[in-house]
């Protein structure tokens, strides 16, 4: 079934969509194919009830069951790092039925079941059977888009599993080599030094994770493939650094960006970390790289790093952050990023700075400060 969605534009052409899906091999009903399509309206709602009413016929046509009775088992579609209840994973359950306080794996990492939410962040209590999407608290650490989540009998069989898991991937990744920047690619494609360019990818969603991936595997080039030899959720950190380091492998973050320790770490072991705010972007970038015509690296310099440890509401000048310089020094009219769990969200510039009541030019580390940001 596809439901082919935004009808209530007025520049939609479904035709236009059926006629692509049919270049994919996909033919749908209207054109003599076995293809279900539903043109529906996500936001006035429109032909939601035709979708729900197919989904409900093709179940019983394909005798589409499942056993409520069972360990639950499903499939991770989207994880996230959330500040109060760490990671959190969507999960769509297909057998069985998850409660509360069970021990599961998927993929790399176990847990237990703290919390079940639903759609709307509310708790469920009756726990969740087939064909349910639903929120699972209690990971031990961020899952990929696509593991496979799995009830087990007890705590210490789902870390045993975990252990192996993650011992067989390191295994499986390690291998030394020299580390290569994205500069230097094309070159090294060209004096055959290097027939794969692995990458780790670290972003802000599962799912923008998972597109980004997708996208970059999808590059071709005669002489070299791309690899993606871990995705992960959150900051880039120094495991990441580390692994890339062994993997000769570049570094692309999605919407965050790189700790301290990470960034240190990436200086001394000469590791390529790429920021990137928008998927094309990144995609071209590698693009470019492969066919040797990357323009030159334009270098973002970090001069300070500043931590917030208060708010103040002043009259007239608006929100003042009080801070604390943990290195570097921070200089007025430096440009800045707010970052929250690692994660970017705002860019703008420093437009005052204060030591005390006086406006100074500059702050050293380990100093504390007032700032406004424009």
């Given at each position: 079934?596809?439901?082919l ?9 479904p ?37 729900l009413?197919?989904?409900l ?44 306080g ?13 919390a ?24 031990s650490?961020?899952?990929?888009v ?19 898991r ?35 990818i ?17 590059l ?17 950190n ?7 380091a ?22 001394r ?17 590698v ?5 040797g ?31 604390f ?19 970017v ?10 030591r ?16 406004t940001?424009?």
């Open positions: 079934i596809v439901a969605n935004k009808i209530d534009l007025p520049s939609a052409n035709d236009r969509i059926k006629e692509q899906l049919s270049h994919r091999g996909l033919l749908v009903e209207d054109w003599g194919g076995d293809i279900i399509t539903c043109e529906v309206s996500a936001i006035t709602g429109s032909g939601i009830d035709h979708l009413e197919m989904i016929l093709q179940a019983e046509i394909l005798d589409l069951k499942a056993n409520l009775n069972r360990r639950s088992q499903g499939i991770v579609v989207e994880a996230e790092l959330d500040k109060g209840r760490g990671a959190m994973a969507t999960v769509l359950i297909q057998h069985g039925t998850l409660n509360v069970e021990s599961f794996i998927a993929g790399q990492f176990n847990g237990r079941v703290r079940l939410l639903n759609e709307r962040g509310n708790r469920v209590t009756i726990g969740a059977g087939p064909s349910t999407p639903i929120q699972v608290m209690g990971f650490g961020m899952p990929q696509g593991d496979t989540f799995a009830v087990v009998e007890s705590e210490a069989l789902a870390r045993e599993i975990s252990v192996q993650r011992q067989l991937k390191r295994e499986h990744e390690y291998h030394h080599a020299k580390p290569v920047t994205l500069e230097e690619i094309y070159d090294q494609i060209k004096e055959g030094q290097i027939r794969e360019l692995p990458i780790v670290k972003g802000d969603f599962g799912g923008s994770v998972e597109a980004l991936s997708d996208s970059l595997m999808k071709v080039n005669d002489e070299v493939k791309i690899r993606v030899i871990h995705r992960g959720i959150g900051a880039i120094a495991s990441d650094v580390l692994l890339a062994a993997s000769n492998a570049i570094i692309i973050g999605f919407h965050v960006r790189p700790n301290v320790q990470a960034r240190e770490l990436a200086q072991e000469k590791v390529d970390i790429r920021l990137y705010d928008i998927i094309y972007r990144a995609i071209q970038d693009t470019d790289a492969l066919e015509l990357l323009q030159p690296e334009i270098q973002e310099k970090v001069v300070g790093l500043v931590e917030i440890r208060e708010i103040f509401r002043v009259p007239r000048s608006g929100t003042v952050a009080g801070c310089v943990l290195s570097g020094n921070v200089n007025r009219n430096s440009l800045v990023r707010v970052l929250r769990d690692s994660v969200i705002y860019e703008s510039k420093i437009s005052s700075l204060r005390f009541k006086e406006d100074v030019r500059e702050v050293q580390t380990n100093f504390e400060c007032g700032l940001i424009e």
